[in-house]
């Protein structure tokens, strides 16, 4: 069975850092690109990050992230991590990662194939 695994949220003040982890089970991420996704509350789902495959190694951030988030692979673990740095409370939200064969980057509406359930983030004083 094919599952992705989101861990890592919780509540944390300005300016402070949480990494999330996204697991997967029934299949190997490294074949995969890895997509981070959030969405806040009565807005649309966004894009955060992706990961190519490792064949590709390409990475991905969404403007409003670039230079505070960053995303990696440790292919022993079968995990893909987003390491967030500096967060604000604009980066409250639940946070799913995404699994294809390509992160279509350029593709704002592409559907990705396996979604996790979601970390709640919650960045506040």
């Known amino acids: 069975q094919v599952q992705l695994v989101e861990s890592g949220g919780g509540l944390v003040q300005p300016g402070g850092s949480l990494r999330l982890s996204c697991t997967a089970s029934g299949f190997t991420l490294d074949y995969y690109a890895i997509g981070w996704f959030r969405q806040a509350p009565g807005k649309e789902r966004e894009r955060v990050s992706c990961?190519?495959?490792?064949?590709?190694?390409?990475?991905y951030y969404a403007e409003h992230v670039k230079g505070r988030f960053t995303i990696s692979r440790d292919k022993a673990k079968n995990t893909v991590y987003l390491q967030m740095d500096s967060l604000n409370p604009e980066d409250t939200a639940v946070y799913y990662c995404?699994?294809?064969?390509?992160?279509?980057?350029?593709?704002?509406?592409?559907?990705?194939?396996?979604w996790g359930q979601g970390t709640q983030v919650t960045v506040s004083s």
């Open positions: 990961i190519a495959s490792s064949a590709i190694s390409s990475f």
């Open positions: 995404a699994a294809d064969r390509l992160c279509a980057w350029q593709e704002p509406h592409y559907e990705y194939d396996y």
